[in-house]
């Protein structure tokens, strides 16, 4: 992988055994996420159908950045979620898509 090109990192994000303790981490949470979309790390956020947790669209070019940003969402340190990084190169992208990580890289 070239370590130049911007990586996404597609995070699932499923409950896990502290689920109940989503409302307490709430807040918390929120802001992570609003806090990636303002600096540029994350491209969007979103709860996956039936209940099951949520979505991140993470990119940078620093994986080991990525997994300790990741690490600290509320939810993931108290155990309401389980974080699943999956890293993909993209190679093939609509135009809109390549202008929002050539945005994401100069954020970086």
Do not use: Y
């Not at 807040?27 to 994350?42: L, M, N, Y």
């Not at 491209?43 to 947790?53: E, I, M, R």
């Not at 509320?74 to 993909?88: E, K, M, S």
């Amino acid at each position: 992988m070239n370590p130049h090109s911007t990586t996404v990192f597609i995070v699932f994000l499923r409950f896990g055994p502290n689920r109940a303790q989503a409302g307490q981490w709430m807040a918390g949470h929120k802001q992570w996420i609003q806090d990636g979309i303002a600096d540029g790390s994350f491209l969007l956020a979103g709860s996956l159908d039936q209940g099951q947790g949520g979505l991140v669209i993470a990119v940078g070019t620093d994986a080991a950045a990525v997994h300790a940003r990741i690490a600290q969402d509320p939810f993931v340190v108290h155990g309401v979620v389980t974080a699943d990084i999956h890293p993909a190169a993209p190679s093939v992208m609509a135009s809109g898509v390549a202008a929002l990580l050539a945005g994401s890289e100069s954020a970086a």
